[in-house]
Structure formats: C-alpha cells, structure tokens
C-alpha cells in the first residue's frame, strides 16, 4: 500500500459512486490524469515566462485538483507555491520547482497503479 | 423533503466532478457551472437554483462578485450562497460572508461537513418560501379588505351598488364578488312585523274567502 494518495479520501471518492452509475473514484482519477498534465504545463510555462500572476493561478488550481484525490504530499508542495507566488516570493518558487515535478511523477504513477489493477 | 437544486461552480474539473458526486449521492440534482459567467448565468434566471456553491476564484466572475450581483436583485426567496474557498485566512471568509454569502466551506471540501452545510441551506431556504408564501396570501388578502374600504355607491331606494364597471348590482351580487362573504336570506323582526305578517294574514284572508265561496 502506497501513501502518495491518502485512502481515506480514495475510499471516500469509492464511497460516492451510486449503483449503477460510473465509479467516482475511477472517473476523478481519469479526469485528473487528462486535466492536470496541461495545466501543469501551462504552470511550467508561466514560470519560465516570468508572469507570476499566471504561477499563483495555475498553482492554486493545481492545489485543489490534488486536495481533491488525496494527494497530500503534491498538495503541501501547490499550497507553498501558492503562498509564495501570492506573496511574490520568486527566490522560494524556484527552489519548488523540481519538487512539483517528482511529486506530480509520483501521483502519476500512482493512479496508473490503481487504475490498472 | 423539496430536493432543491444545487449549483456547483468551479473552475477546477477535479473538484467540481467531486463535490457534485457528494452532492447527488446525498439526492440533491445538482447542477455544474465551470465558471463564473455561467454560474451567473445560472443565477440570474427566473427560477434560479435555491442553494449554490461558489468557487472563490473562477476566472471571468469571481465567487464574491456573484454573490453581489445577486444580492443587488430583489428577490423574496433569494439563492443560499456557500463559497467554496482554499484560502484559510479569517479576513478572506470576512470578505465573503460581507459581500453577501451565507456560509462557507474550506477545500478540499470534507463530505459530512459539506453535506451538513449545505443542509443547513435547505433549512433557511424552506423557512423562506415557507414565509414568501405567507405574505403572498396575506397580501391578497389585504388587497380584498382594500376592495371594500373604498367608497361605494348605492342606490338610496332600492340598495343596489354600482361596480367598477358601471352597473348597478344586487348588494348580495356585489359582495359574494368582492369578499369572501355570501348570503343566506332571512328576516329581520322588524320586517317581519312590516312585510311577512301582512302577506300571510293576506294570504289567510285569500284562502278564507276562497273557502266561504266554495260552501255556497
């Protein structure tokens, strides 16, 4: 059992599902493989463009994608970015940078764990 | 219990698919709004939906700009407002709850909580249409009594009243219209005095007549 996606919240997500309709859980984790991938990029690309306005948007909608699954570990590393972007804190974004990237890679590997066993 | 409507609006996939599965889970028909300007959309209806969950920060309209437009317009049983907020701080809750939000939930949203809220909405949303309703028949009510308060002609000889309309109706006619009130017939004893009596002893002296014709 892995700890990079809390499970209570993943037995919670489970829990939701009503009979006969798609699993929630399977549907969150699908959304987030299609929706975070771009956003992340687009992160990494306002990073690199200098537009911290753009770096505290994308990384506090990056921190509710991964509040919502569990994710803990990515969430602590968003909500800093989130903070020191907001903040205007450059010096510390720049030290989180690789940080969100290995946590993302983490979370990715994670969910195709899960959704393919 | 109504199930009344819920509006989720989020510019975050992740979090509107989950928050809207809490909701559904617990019967309520949600609907989804995937940013500010569509969760106006939503809001600024006729029949708006009664409970809505805003995100704080949508691009386009943001959660507390909604919740002013929407306490700008007049309404008797206006949308319950929680505001879907990351940020922690007391002084942003402040801003939200002053700009006209009922209420407030930290994401990610935790489901007993959340459902609890939102509960909590239903509640105020019921006590409201319950009251809406209320004045509304009172104010119809009130606007009968008005009816009448007015001054009304009447025809000093034989009593008829002259309606809104130019004719001239039986007081009876006039009323059973206007109020609630209708008439059953009776007399008075005075009029039975004045009018009923002389009829029957007329109509005993008819019938007496008749039988002292009928022995000749």
């Known amino acids: ?117 | 219990m109504v199930p009344w409507q819920v509006l989720v609006a989020d510019d975050e996939p992740v979090s509107r698919t989950v928050v809207g599965a809490m909701l559904k889970k617990a019967g309520y028909p949600v609907l989804f709004a995937p940013d500010g300007e569509q969760a106006w959309q939503h809001l600024s209806t006729d029949d708006p939906p009664a409970i809505a969950l805003l995100d704080w920060e949508m691009p386009g309209l943001q959660g507390p700009e909604i919740v002013q437009r929407l306490r700008a317009r007049e309404s008797s049983t206006p949308t319950y407002v929680i505001l879907l907020t990351s940020r922690d701080s007391s002084a942003d809750i402040v801003q939200g709850l002053r700009a006209g939000a009922d209420d407030y939930v930290t994401k990610p949203a935790n489901e007993d909580e959340l459902l609890a809220r939102v509960n909590v909405g239903t509640r105020v949303v019921q006590l409201q249409t319950a009251l809406a309703d209320r004045v509304r028949s009172l104010e119809d009510a009130l606007a009968n009594v008005k009816a009448l308060q007015t001054l009304l002609p009447m025809c000093a000889y034989c009593k008829s009243i002259r309606n809104d309309q130019n004719y001239w109706e039986k007081v009876e006619t006039y009323f059973t219209q206007h109020s609630n009130v209708s008439f059953t017939h009776s007399y008075c004893p005075n009029c039975y005095e004045r009018f009923v009596r002389p009829e029957l002893e007329a109509l005993e002296d008819a019938r007496a007549a008749q039988e002292r014709q009928r022995r000749r």
């Not at chain 1, 975070?36 to 200098?50: C, S, T």
């Not at chain 1, 990515?74 to 903070?83: N, Q, Y």
């Open chain 1, 1 to 117: 059992m892995s700890d990079v996606l809390d499970q209570a919240v993943l037995d919670v997500l489970r829990s939701l599902s009503a009979p006969g309709e798609p699993d929630v859980l399977t549907e969150v984790l699908q959304l987030f493989m299609v929706e975070v991938p771009p956003r992340l990029e687009k992160w990494r690309n306002a990073w690199a463009a200098g537009n911290i306005q753009a770096v505290h948007r994308s990384a506090h909608s990056l921190k509710g994608s991964a509040g919502n699954i569990g994710a803990n570990a990515m969430f602590a590393v968003c909500k800093e970015l989130d903070e020191k972007s907001r903040a205007g804190d450059t010096g510390a974004i720049g030290s989180l940078v690789d940080a969100l990237g290995v946590e993302y890679g983490r979370v990715q590997a994670e969910i195709e764990r899960l959704l393919h066993t």
